[in-house]
């Protein structure tokens, strides 16, 4: 018996889609939301590639029980019926503060009154939405690395309003999809993995603006001067470079409009997004 019996996930991008084969993995039905059909479309088959990359990591004997996992999970482009028959809400959509809080006023006149609802945001604070849910004791960050099923840590993170006991049945939740539930005992703007991540990534970003190396070089610097698998533009090209550009965009930090710009302009109106679209800072076809 799992803490949730029914997840819905709102956001069918990269993380959304593998949040949802995560849960579903675990014997629970998911429901995929998103705005459009266009963009259901677009979720079916990013979940269709999401499957092959964790086929990729686990083996291919594994392929019965991802297919079984596929099976669970549902695309719905009407929220209403999205939640209606859901206990848990994880929100995964863009990385901007105005459009989580737009979702969350029209989830909150639509799901049911003891539904937990969790924002999988990765730098903003639950606390700066946690009005706009209209249940801010059943309101609280659940936070997911990318490649869920390999990087599992899972970032549990309430506000001052958030019930204690809501609090750990997410914690509970995370452990039975297989996730290392993360327990922060305060809020932290970008948790504990972003903390330590992000100003890893801006410092090789003010490399390669000021022109100091490339891309290519830094990451080769990186991997063999620390014996790390991979550098900070091969974490970019997986993390998302959209939401890289999302996440600069927004930041007051010196710098970061002149990276979200240089993002823009070489990379994403060029359709380079990293891993998800086949290309970023590396091909990946």
Do not use: C
Not at 27 to 38: C, K, M, Q, T, Y
Not at 59 to 80: C, P, S
Not at 102 to 118: C, H, N, S
Not at 245 to 256: K, L, R
């Amino acid at each position: 018996m799992t803490t949730f019996s029914s997840v819905a996930v709102l956001g069918a991008g990269v993380l959304g889609t593998q949040i949802a084969l995560q849960t579903a993995r675990h014997g629970i039905p998911v429901v995929v939301h998103d705005i459009s059909d266009d963009a259901i479309a677009a979720g079916r088959e990013r979940l269709a590639g999401i499957v092959e990359q964790y086929l990729g990591d686990v083996g291919q004997d594994a392929r019965q029980d991802a297919e079984a996992a596929v099976a669970r999970i549902t695309f719905d482009a009407d929220l209403a019926r999205a939640v209606a028959g859901a206990d848990l809400v994880i929100e995964a959509v863009p990385e901007r503060l105005e459009l989580k809080r737009e979702v969350y006023a029209r989830l909150a006149g639509v799901a049911p009154a003891g539904t937990v609802f969790a924002t999988n945001s990765s730098t903003l604070l639950p606390s700066a939405i946690a009005d706009a849910t209209g249940r801010p004791d059943r309101f609280l960050a659940l936070h997911f690395a990318n490649h869920v099923w390999r990087q599992n840590t899972a970032e549990v993170m309430g506000t001052e309003q958030t019930d204690p006991a809501v609090f750990d049945r997410v914690a509970s939740f995370a452990e039975e999809i297989g996730m290392v539930p993360i327990r922060l005992r305060k809020e932290q703007p970008g948790y504990v993995l972003n903390s330590l991540l992000v100003p890893f990534l801006d410092a090789a970003a003010g490399l390669v603006l000021r022109g100091v190396a490339d891309p290519e070089t830094v990451d080769t610097t990186w991997r063999i001067g620390t014996g790390a698998p991979v550098g900070p533009f091969q974490i970019y090209d997986v993390v998302g470079l959209r939401t890289a550009h999302a996440i600069a965009s927004a930041s007051p930090e010196p710098g970061a409009q002149a990276w979200a710009e240089y993002l823009r302009t070489e990379y994403l109106d060029q359709g380079k997004y990293g891993v998800e679209s086949g290309e970023g800072f590396y091909r990946y076809r």
